[in-house]
């Protein structure tokens, strides 16, 4: 008896089709309507809470620095960025970035290790072939050098460094007598309490945004 029951629902489900899939039509339509129609009374939060996260908070009140670095990646829009063009313009830009009312009133100073002076705000490749070249007295800097003075300046800077050392991409090389590098790092330096303070880490899901926001303000300047 125990085998004839189902025996008989699949023979009854093979000769009657129709109807079954009817009733299972209507069932999931019926299950369907509250996810549809209902609105959600919660949204869902990258910060659940919780031991871990509670951690992770109580490590950024407690080790927060006066400065939150902001690091980025510049490429060259024809290959190369280690030429008077591209580091021209990533120079202005570094410079529109620091005369800017809004976010350059957030950047605070550092040392930049491959020029040598204390620089506001930003940390590139071309702040230290704009300082190299100063020093050579080349007045005016990359606004002013010629193409060839601005390729010795970057020989005699990759002579003392290395290229990961200045930022640059691990694929730089020298090629046809010139260094060539496709992309650099750029450290921007800013005002951690004038961003709400607190750790380095953003996350989405995070109450205040404002680094976020600074960080994709400064992306677009770049």
């Not at 008989?8 to 093979?14: A, E, F, M």
């Amino acid at each position: 008896m125990a085998l004839g029951k189902p025996s008989l629902l699949v023979r009854w489900l093979g000769d009657h089709p129709g109807p079954f899939l009817v009733v299972c039509l209507l069932c999931t339509a019926g299950l369907s309507v509250p996810f549809v129609l209902g609105p959600p009374e919660q949204t869902a939060s990258q910060e659940p809470g919780g031991p871990v996260f509670e951690a992770r908070d109580r490590a950024a009140r407690r080790f927060a620095t006066t400065v939150h670095r902001m690091v980025f990646v510049v490429e060259a829009r024809r290959g190369n960025l280690l030429r008077r063009g591209p580091l021209r313009e990533l120079k202005r830009n570094m410079v529109a970035l620091r005369a800017d009312p809004t976010l350059g009133a957030k950047l605070t100073p550092g040392l930049d290790e491959r020029s040598g002076p204390r620089v506001k705000g930003g940390i590139s490749i071309a702040d230290a072939i704009d300082g190299l070249l100063r020093r050579r007295d080349i007045i005016g800097g990359l606004a002013a050098a010629s193409e060839e003075q601005v390729a010795r300046a970057v020989e005699q800077l990759l002579a003392a460094r290395s290229p990961t050392s200045l930022g640059l991409a691990g694929s730089t090389r020298r090629e046809g007598g010139q260094w060539v590098a496709q992309a650099a790092l750029v450290v921007v330096l800013a005002d951690n309490a004038a961003l709400g303070g607190g750790g380095a880490a953003t996350t989405l899901g995070a109450g205040n945004l404002q680094k976020e926001r600074f960080g994709r303000a400064v992306q677009r300047g770049l």
